[in-house]
């Protein structure tokens, strides 16, 4: 037995494990991103009774939920833009830890003003809290883009756990808490969730994927358009001396001599484009230029997200939660239809993890189809269809197909494009054209509000 062969397998085992344990925590990391994503505006859509109850005669579950659709949207518009203004830093940490402190602030100011001022302190505050929920998660989205696939799975499956933790909470307060008094455990729940993905994203900034969504970045800042064709100028040395993990993917590029070659090659080609009246800075394009671009390349897939989102909030919650309960049962068997919804999201999302199972024609034909259940949560809303685990049933396959799909459009939009820079712009787009279809969707339903008598 040769002694220096062992020696070699064992440094070989040893280096094998050290990537899968990295990519393990990376994943941990996006899955972490997902749930607090959501977890803080899931937290007070569960709590929206405490609301009602503090601000007495007001449409509080109409009302509240609109300044966060505005500020989603308003920020998800821009956000291609103001990605290069705004450090991923400030995008992600800054942002969860103010959502903390809103999170906090938010339930305080219900129970200790119940007088309109109060009541438009509220508003505001979900406003700002949009402003910050759409900075981090449509980051997120963007950040999982530039990694692949498996990222964006994990990212989404994150977002559907988020759903399904605080409806199983909500099922526990239900049993042991006075309900006036539970959105404080729901906070209390995201906030901590926040605080995690804190923690996690300083170990993440060490990790080989941070630095490839940094070298997305840096090909971005020096990438211009010309004839809709993307072509990269040189940059300044001066421009990166100080960024000492550029300046290690740089060291690693000129270490290569297949890079040196390739990247020596790509500036004579793009030389002569430099003259070019035509070319356009992709950083410094204007909102409507980014977002023209964007959409042209991502074309279809934003466009279906919005009316998949259309479709989904059009039935629920608002059709799904008018099915008619005995009166000691509504809030339990509300929260169950909430579970099966939430869970079945979270099983579609990990579903569409396998990417054999999709394409667009297969996701197209999948949302077509869901259209049966404008049927099926109409009879249950009317009586026709009166048994409960008939909803429950029906919620939990409308929530898979919903997640499946939803991720299936996340995982095609990147895969447009090859350049990482191209792939977090047109998640930022993804992201705000779910928020947008959510928004469209429940104004949408209005029409249905009543169905049930």
């Keep these: 037995m040769n002694p220096n062969s062992t020696t070699d397998d064992t440094q070989f085992s040893l280096l094998e494990k050290k990537p899968k344990k990295s990519q393990l925590f990376q994943k941990i990391f996006f899955f972490t991103l997902g749930v607090s994503s959501l977890s803080g505006w899931n937290a007070i859509l569960t709590g929206l009774s405490y609301f009602a109850d503090q601000y007495d005669g007001r ?12 500020s989603l949207c308003l920020i998800g518009l821009f956000l291609p833009r103001i990605s290069s ?34 009541y438009w302190l509220c508003l505001i505050t979900i406003f700002i809290m949009g402003i910050f929920s759409s900075l981090q998660q449509n980051s997120s989205i963007g950040m999982s883009g530039i990694l692949g696939p498996e990222y964006v799975n994990v990212f989404f ?26 959105i404080f455990l729901y906070i209390g729940i995201a906030v901590l969730w926040n605080i995690g993905a804190i923690v996690m994203y300083f170990a993440f900034t060490k990790t080989p994927q941070y630095r ?42 000129i270490a290569n001599p297949n890079n040196q070659t390739e990247t020596s090659n790509h500036n004579n080609e793009i030389e002569p484009s430099k003259q070019n009246k035509d070319q356009i800075s992709i950083e410094k394009m204007n909102v409507i230029q980014t977002l023209i671009w964007i959409n042209k390349v991502a ?15 059009m039935m629920f919650p608002g059709v799904a939660f008018q099915k008619s309960f005995d009166s000691e049962f509504i809030n339990w068997g509300q929260c169950y239809i909430s579970l099966g919804y939430n869970i079945g999201d979270t099983l579609g999302k990990f579903l569409a993890g396998n990417r054999k199972l999709f394409n667009l024609q297969i996701l197209v034909g999948l949302f077509l189809g869901r259209f049966v259940f404008y049927y099926t949560y109409i009879a249950i809303a009317q009586g026709t269809l009166d048994a409960n685990w008939i909803s429950y049933i029906n919620t939990l396959l409308f929530g898979t197909l919903n997640g499946f799909i939803t991720t299936g459009y996340m ?43």
């Design 157 to 182: 499956i994150g977002t559907g756990a988020s759903g399904t933790i605080i409806t199983i909470f909500r099922l526990i307060s239900l049993a042991v808490i006075d309900s006036e008094k539970s």
């Design 411 to 453: 995982i095609l939009g990147p895969e447009k494009t090859n350049e990482g820079f191209v792939k977090e712009k047109i998640g930022f787009v993804s992201g705000f054209s779910l928020c947008f279809g959510i928004m469209l969707g429940t104004f949408l339903a209005l029409p249905f509000s009543n169905i049930s008598k």
């Design 85 to 118: 203004l705004l450090s991923m830093f400030f995008r992600i940490v800054w942002s969860l830890i103010i959502l903390c402190g809103l999170l906090i602030l938010l339930p305080i100011i219900a129970l200790e003003m119940h007088s309109a001022l109060g």
């Design 299 to 313: 074309f279809p897939i934003p466009l279906l997200i919005v009316i998949l989102y259309i479709q989904t909030f």
């Design 59 to 70: 449409n509080v579950y109409f009302i509240l939920p609109i300044p966060n659709f505005i």
């Design 212 to 253: 490839k969504i940094i070298q997305a970045h840096k090909k971005g800042r020096k990438s211009v358009l010309v004839h809709d064709q993307i072509v990269t100028e040189e940059e300044p040395d001066n421009a990166i001396q100080n960024d000492s993990l550029i300046s290690d993917i740089i060291n690693s590029e």
